[in-house]
């Protein structure tokens, strides 16, 4: 498993349970939830090795926090 990884799961409990499982494959591994997508019903977390706030890991982050930043405001709904 190449890291760092944006992860989506349908239950936010499910983060525990993959890093659990991860933790077989790759020692030190966490598991994060970072956000949520509720026009498609799922959390979406990282999974990453070391600091959160390193390099990779950092951006990473801004390239998931910019898609879905370009969903949210494509998104037609009638708020909007």
């Known amino acids: ?9 349908d239950d936010y409990h499910d983060f525990d ?4 499982g991860y933790r077989k494959l790759v020692p030190g591994i966490k598991v994060r939830e970072i956000n949520s997508d ?3 019903g799922v959390y979406i977390g990282i ?3 070391g600091n ?5 890991n950092r951006a990473l982050l801004r ?3 910019k898609r879905l930043k370009e969903i949210h405001d494509n ?5 909007h």
């Open 75 to 79: 998104f037609d709904c009638p708020s």
């Open 47 to 49: 999974a990453y090795i």
């Open 17 to 20: 349970h993959l890093q659990d």
């Open 1 to 9: 498993m190449q890291l760092p990884k944006i992860i989506e799961v």
């Open 38 to 40: 509720p026009e498609r």
């Open 52 to 56: 959160l706030n390193s390099a990779s």
């Open 63 to 65: 390239t998931e926090e």
